[in-house]
C-alpha cells in the first residue's frame, strides 16, 4: 500500500487520541460537559466510542483537575495534559502523540463528534493495523473523522503547533490517504453550537 513503513503497523500498540482540550467558545458552556440523551457527558461519549477500537486511548485535557478527568479515567482512558492548549489544535495533538511516541499509530478524534459509531472507529484503526500511511472515513463522499496516522508520522504531529492539526500533513499526502467508506452521517457531525445537536440527543430537562 503507498506509503506504508514495512511492518510498522503490523505490530505495536494503535492509540486512540480524543483532542478535548478545547473551550468551545461558539457553544455558550462547556460543550464536553454537556449531557446528551443518556445523561452523559459528550466527551464521555466520544471516548466510549473510541476505546474499543484501540489499544490504548489517551484524551488530551488543559488541565489534570478538569472535571470530566474521573469519568475518563473510569471509562479507561488515559489523561495527557497540555499547558498549551490555547495556542491551537496543534499543540494538543502534538502533546498526545509525543506521549505516546511508541505506538504504531494514532486514530485521532474529536471530543465533540460524539456520534461517530464505535465501528468507523474501528475501521480506521484496522486501516493502520493493514499497513496504512492515512486513513479517514468517507461518507457521501465526504472526508470525515476520525484521521489515522501511522507511527511515520511521528515526528510531523510532535512538530505541530497553531490550530490546523493534522490537516498539513493530510492537504501534502494525499496520494497516502486510504478513504474508507462508512454508513455513519456522525463523521461529518461536529457540535460547535446547542442547535447543532441532532434531535433527541439532548437530555430531557430536569424536573428538580
Known amino acids: 500500500m503507498s ?28 460543550k464536553l460537559m454537556h449531557p446528551l440523551a443518556d445523561g452523559r457527558p459528550m466527551a464521555l461519549v466520544a ?6 477500537a484501540c489499544d490504548r486511548v489517551v484524551v488530551v485535557l488543559r488541565a489534570a483537575d478538569h472535571p470530566l478527568a474521573g469519568g475518563l479515567v473510569d471509562a479507561g482512558c488515559e489523561i495527557v495534559v497540555c499547558p498549551e492548549a490555547d495556542g491551537g489544535m496543534g499543540h494538543s495533538l502534538a502533546a498526545g502523540v509525543r506521549a505516546t511516541a511508541d505506538a ?30 492515512l486513513a479517514a472515513p468517507q461518507y457521501q463522499g465526504r472526508r470525515g473523522h476520525p484521521v489515522g496516522f501511522a507511527g511515520k508520522w511521528l515526528e510531523a504531529l510532535s512538530a505541530l503547533s497553531g490550530d490546523h492539526g493534522g490537516r498539513a500533513i493530510l492537504g501534502a499526502h494525499r496520494a497516502q ?4 467508506p462508512v454508513d455513519d452521517p456522525g ?8 442547535e447543532q445537536l441532532p434531535a433527541g440527543a439532548q437530555a430531557a430537562p430536569s424536573t428538580d
Not at 471516548?47 to 474499543?52: F, G, H, I, M, Y
Not at 463523521?187 to 446547542?194: S, T
Open 3 to 30: 506509503g506504508a513503513m514495512p511492518g510498522s503497523a503490523s505490530s505495536g500498540e494503535i492509540v486512540g487520541i480524543l483532542l478535548a482540550a478545547g473551550k468551545g467558545r461558539r457553544f455558550g458552556s462547556d
Open 47 to 52: 471516548a466510549a466510542n473510541l476505546r474499543p
Open 104 to 133: 504504531a499509530g494514532w486514530v485521532v478524534a474529536l471530543a465533540d463528534m460524539p456520534f461517530i459509531q464505535p465501528s468507523t472507529h474501528r475501521a480506521i484503526a484496522a486501516a493502520l493495523r493493514a499497513g496504512a500511511s
Open 177 to 180: 490517504l486510504m478513504l474508507q
Open 187 to 194: 463523521v461529518l457531525m461536529d457540535v460547535d453550537r446547542p
